[in-house]
């Protein structure tokens, strides 16, 4: 939605900024793909030989036949193939956590495909690199309750309707993200946010529902292919 809105939106002119707002709802309606839809998604691809979607993706690299594949978390489609430029051009593809994406997905359906499903381009929507010291240097032009409101915006939440404290409570989770060994608990009933931040902030985390985990899989992949687990390093 940030990525949206700041390529359409990033202007003062009122008029303009409405404008942006309505091309980024029909971008959302008809790009983003919803998992319960992925059905009709799929055929869309492949009834139109290309389409544009929005989805999360994630590659790794196929060492038995030497290729990177693609998984998508909505769509449902896997061992897409994708090619090695776009790779190294984003290597933050291969965090392992997933990034979300704009691609342009085609539909080959020829005798003797690797796969039907073709990405012929693809645009990260995540930052794919950071500059720590123009990071830093830039840093310093906010002062501190203004640097606040540009985190709040960071993580999709507008800061006018949190007051100080409320702010900083939902700052607090961020510092899971600079701190080794940071515990703490949230309470809260199901579906009021407490995993967003986790889930959807950063590529680099990962969130594991206490239903689908065990201790022993912590240390041991969940895959049962003997690798080490996620606190396993």
């Avoid at 291969?94 to 073709?118: F, H, P």
């Avoid at 794919?128 to 309750?145: G, I, L, N, P």
């Avoid at 600079?178 to 931040?197: A, C, D, M, R, W």
Wanted: net charge negative.
């Amino acid at each position: 939605m940030e990525f949206l809105l700041g390529q359409y939106c990033a202007i003062n002119d009122e008029q303009v900024i409405n404008s942006g707002i309505e091309k980024v709802k029909d971008v959302i309606k008809n790009n983003f793909v919803h998992w319960a839809e992925s059905e009709m998604v799929k055929s869309l691809i492949r009834e139109k030989g290309s389409f544009k979607i929005i989805d999360k993706v994630f590659v790794n690299l196929n060492e038995k036949d030497d290729f990177y594949e693609t998984s998508f978390a909505n769509l449902g489609v896997e061992h897409v193939p994708i090619s090695d430029e776009i790779v190294k051009r984003h290597g933050k593809l291969l965090s392992g956590g997933g990034v979300w994406c704009i691609l342009n997905m085609t539909y080959d359906s020829a005798e003797g495909v690797r796969s039907y499903w073709v990405i012929e381009s693809l645009k990260p929507i995540h930052v794919s690199e950071v500059d720590v010291e123009e990071y830093a240097e830039t840093r310093k032009q906010f002062k501190t309750e203004e640097w606040i409101d540009l985190l709040m915006h960071s993580i999709g939440l507008n800061p006018e309707n949190f007051n100080r404290r409320g702010k900083l409570i939902q700052l607090w989770c961020l510092i899971t993200r600079v701190e080794n060994n940071y515990n703490f608990v949230e309470l809260g009933p199901k579906g009021t946010g407490k995993s967003h931040i986790f889930s959807e902030l950063s590529p680099h985390g990962v969130l594991v529902s206490g239903v689908d985990v065990t201790s022993a899989r912590l240390f041991v992949s969940n895959s049962g292919r003997g690798k080490i687990g996620l606190v396993g390093f």
